[in-house]
């Protein structure tokens, strides 16, 4: 792993070869137009669902005082409004999760899947079905197959909590499944 100027970011050397397609890839989803700005206790409680979910450790949060927007294997930064969005932060955090695996690739194939994943579980299947099909018109290239993820031990009764909130957390929040 690498100290990057932003922090430990694994795999420096790849080349981020289809961020420029994943971003046009984004911008054409009817989610990303979502401006409901989230509580600072919202964000918190998001990334440590889908920490939980994804069996990682929950990153650092930086929310203020801070003037790039990033993710690295284990802090988020979302020092702006816009950026305490559910699609701004299922994208970063998709970052963290792909930084804690052994195939990180910035916005390569397991970023790409690891993304489609968090928005399907966290947005919901209308948006993960259109995030797919966006892919597949500009050409983001993505995996199917699981990959090997650093566990985090949550014990049991944490995971269950984490779940049920989780339910709530998208019956109350989720427009976008249909």
Request: hydrophobic residues 30%; charged residues 25%; contains cysteine.
């Amino acid at each position: 792993m690498a100290l990057s100027y932003i922090g430990n970011i694994p795999n420096t050397h790849i080349r981020d070869h289809q961020r420029k397609r994943l971003y046009e890839a984004e911008e054409e989803c009817s989610f990303w137009n979502d401006i409901n700005v989230l509580s600072i206790s919202d964000v918190k409680y998001l990334i440590s669902s889908i920490s939980a979910w994804a069996k990682i450790k929950p990153p650092t949060g930086i929310l203020e005082g801070h003037t790039m927007v990033y993710a690295t294997q284990d802090t988020i930064s979302l020092p702006y409004p816009i950026t305490k969005t559910l699609p701004y932060i299922c994208h970063e955090m998709s970052h963290v999760i792909n930084y804690n695996s052994d195939e990180a690739d910035h916005h390569g194939r397991n970023f790409a899947s690891t993304y489609l994943k968090v928005v399907r579980q966290f947005i919901g299947l209308k948006s993960y079905r259109e995030l797919l099909e966006s892919f597949r018109k500009h050409k983001v290239k993505f995996r199917r197959q699981k990959r090997n993820v650093k566990y985090y031990a949550v014990s049991h009764s944490d995971e269950r909590r984490s779940q049920g909130q989780l339910r709530g957390y998208q019956q109350a929040t989720n427009k976008y499944s249909g």
